[in-house]
């Protein structure tokens, strides 16, 4: 089948202003849009800047360029087929038995360790560790949060429904469908919008107000880097919400029930059930487990974060939605990501987020064919005179950890941004 043979139309179909420019099944149809801020033009017309290193687009060529990405993504759509299905399904298969076989060493390596040949332990629960890990990563980067964006729910694959899938991480599906595929990927770097920017704990923009408490966010970084998954958990609680007096304990009863449930899963599976089959040889088991969560969490983080924290990512103030068109809504997923550089493993390892760009104009799309997306958007933005931010790896993340170790300091932009309207 062919994704246009589908007898159904993924739902809410192509991005536009109306829909708040994503797709709903890319978005959680139950969640609320926030209320936009009141009016002011200084700052409306200094956002429609953005980004320093690009031309200004009169409202025609934003268009234009938006009437290009519309071209270029209806074309995509009517390539997918078999090769895109092929390829989603193999890197289940793929999860699936690098999980049981990481697992299983884990076990076999423990148990033999202690009944007979103790040299065993390390090569062998080694490389359990490091295939969990692997399952892991592949789990939650290439197929959970693809599969969670409708990627593929043309193919009425139950298994591969965006709407019902539940992902190998402490927090839950529907939470990650409302904060990252609605608010993040509507808002994307909208200051007071975007819960993604720092995430409640980290300042990364001279525009976020400073607070004593940021001094300490080098080390809070870490930590969350290490607990990246408990901290997604958790994110669309709001507890700073609930320790302000914001929220009643009962609207925060509703929303952990459900969140405690997934925890509670995660746990017993990973660090009851799994030792337990390794019987009195349970700790390299135990051990493993985390060691092989905390691999998945720091590349899970620093995959996010060099797609969204870079020098050149552009952070806006709430007017910018104001009358946001469609152009203007392709600028901004634009200028707020960054892409890095590596190949196909790369590729793979990230779930196609070496493509962040990519994923945030055409987040409906399978990510199979963001490489080659790629190269089509990065022409067009020359041709329109926009940055287009990418670079390796070690590049992007150094200007990671210099947002983080930068602004836990009092800083402020080098131009506020009403000046940029006379620079425009």
């Known amino acids: 089948m062919t994704y246009n043979e589908s007898a159904i139309e993924p739902a809410g179909g192509l991005p536009s202003p109306a829909d708040a420019h994503v797709s709903a099944h890319a978005a959680n149809v139950h969640a609320k849009p926030a209320a936009q801020a009141p009016h002011d033009q200084a700052a409306d017309a200094a956002a429609r800047r953005y980004s320093a290193r ?31 299905a092929r390829h989603i399904r193999r890197v289940y298969a793929a999860v699936r038995y690098t999980g049981f076989a990481g697992r299983a060493l884990l076990v076999l390596g423990a ?32 197929l959970a949060h693809n ?6 729910d043309w193919l009425r694959d139950p298994v591969l429904d965006g709407r019902r899938y539940e992902w190998d991480i402490a927090g839950t599906s ?54 990246f998954e408990w901290g997604i958990a958790v994110q669309n609680l709001h507890l700073g919400r609930y320790f302000k007096g914001r929220m009643s304990k009962a609207e925060l009863r509703a929303k952990w029930q459900p969140a405690a449930k997934k925890m509670r899963r995660q746990i017993v599976r ?17 051990l493993g487990a985390i060691v092989a969560n905390l691999i ?16 050149d990512a552009v952070t806006f103030p709430k007017d910018v939605l104001r009358n946001e068109s469609r152009g203007q809504w392709y600028l901004r997923q634009l200028h707020g990501s960054s892409n890095l550089r590596g190949g196909r493993l790369m590729d793979l390892m990230t779930g196609n987020l070496s493509h962040q760009i990519e994923h945030h104009l055409f987040p409906e799309l399978p990510a199979n064919r963001y490489a080659a997306l790629a190269v089509e958007v990065r022409a067009l933005c020359a041709r329109y005179g926009q940055h287009y931010n990418t670079g390796s790896m070690p590049r992007q993340f150094a200007q990671v950890l210099w947002r983080i170790l930068r602004h836990a300091f009092p800083s402020r932009a080098p131009r506020r941004e009403a000046e940029q309207l006379a620079a425009a």
């Not at 993040?184 to 704990?201: A, I, K, P, S």
């Not at 030792?275 to 390299?284: E, I, Q, V, Y």
């Open 296 to 311: 998945r969490n720091v590349w899970t983080w620093v995959v996010i974060f060099c797609g969204h924290f870079t020098a």
């Open 270 to 286: 990973d660090y009851l059930i799994l030792p337990l089959l390794a019987g009195p040889f349970f700790l390299p088991v135990l």
């Open 174 to 227: 529907d939470n990650w469908r409302d904060t990252h595929n609605y608010r993040h990927h509507t808002y994307t770097n909208v200051r007071g919008m975007d819960e993604d920017l720092g995430y409640g704990l980290l300042r990364l923009f001279p525009e976020q107000r400073w607070k004593p408490f940021y001094l300490v966010q080098p080390l809070i970084a870490v930590v969350f880097a290490l607990l």
């Open 111 to 142: 148990v033999a360790s202690g009944l007979w040949m103790p040299a065993l332990l390390w090569p062998v629960c080694g490389l359990g560790v490091l295939l969990l890990a692997l399952s892991k990563i592949l789990e939650n980067m290439e």
């Open 147 to 152: 599969v969670m964006h409708g990627q593929y």
């Open 54 to 84: 690009s031309r200004v687009l009169d409202a025609a060529q934003t268009e234009a360029f938006a009437a290009e990405l519309d071209a270029l993504r209806a074309r995509i759509r009517a390539q997918l087929g078999e090769t895109d």
